[in-house]
């Protein structure tokens, strides 16, 4: 029997949360992908397919891809996001497990101003 990827793993829960969750003009969806070299989040209104703000850790001088980096990220998404006007948001971890820089992302995103 072959063994399943933590990756397949993860993208069959990230299908199972985007089934239910999408965002729209009032509420967009604030998503995270995490690579070995970094972090990236977008902001989008799934209703017109566009990506409204983006940014990842290569944005930010001396970050690190460690749970401070992800809060400064967070920080620097909602700062975007309150330049565009955006207060709430939806937010999709993309099958990550909510801890470390998942957690920190979102915590630096609260404290950026941003609600969810």
């Known amino acids: 029997m072959a063994k399943v990827s933590n990756?397949?793993?993860r993208v069959k829960r990230k299908k199972r949360v985007r089934a239910k969750i999408s965002g729209d003009t009032s509420r967009p969806r604030l998503?995270?992908?995490k690579s070995l070299r970094?972090?990236?989040a977008q902001v989008i209104d799934d209703s017109t397919?566009?990506?409204l703000a983006a940014a990842n850790l290569a944005e930010i001088k001396k970050a690190k891809n460690t749970a401070e980096g992800a809060k400064e990220l967070g920080k620097l998404i909602a700062?975007?996001?309150v330049e565009l006007k955006i207060k709430t948001v939806k937010y999709d971890r993309a099958g990550y497990k909510y801890h470390g820089?998942?957690?920190s992302l979102a915590e630096g995103a609260r404290e950026g101003g941003l609600i969810f």
């Open 101 to 103: 820089k998942i957690k």
């Open 7 to 9: 990756n397949n793993s």
């Open 38 to 40: 970094g972090i990236y």
């Open 49 to 51: 397919g566009k990506t």
């Open 31 to 33: 998503t995270v992908y």
């Open 79 to 81: 700062k975007k996001c």
